[in-house]
């Protein structure tokens, strides 16, 4: 588990945007993944997708690192941003595009 522990850490700090989901960005293996990808992806977002079916270790180790109990999570910048709910939320709202803006990541402001 530590190894899982130490490959999740090492994601989070060094991509600016991940998100660890289940399935891939190009295939989403859940509604929830997919609807954050879209969101992602609608605001030109430059990410990497970690799909959590592929290791156990990394499925329930993620749920360990964030004490949060559901996937997808998102990760801007080393700091963990929430769900599908919290994300559809803050970027319903305009928040998720303020936050990525004021963390230095690149978004599509035509979105």
């Known amino acids: 588990m530590a190894n899982a522990q130490e490959f999740i ?14 399935g891939t960005p190009q ?3 859940c509604g929830f993944s997919g609807q954050v990808v879209q969101i992602l992806n609608h605001l030109g977002i430059a990410f990497k997708g970690i799909n959590v079916l592929e290791d156990e270790g990394v499925r ?3 749920k360990e690192y964030s004490n949060w109990p ?3 999570q998102l990760y801007v910048k080393g700091e963990f941003v929430g769900g599908c709910d919290i994300t559809r939320e803050m970027f ?3 928040e998720l595009q303020q936050f990525l803006s004021e963390k230095g990541v690149p978004v599509n402001q035509g979105a």
């Open 27 to 29: 295939f989403p293996m």
């Open 70 to 72: 559901t996937i997808p």
């Open 9 to 22: 850490d090492n994601e989070v700090k060094t991509n600016d945007v991940v998100l660890f989901m289940k």
């Open 92 to 94: 319903q709202a305009g």
């Open 60 to 62: 329930n180790g993620i």
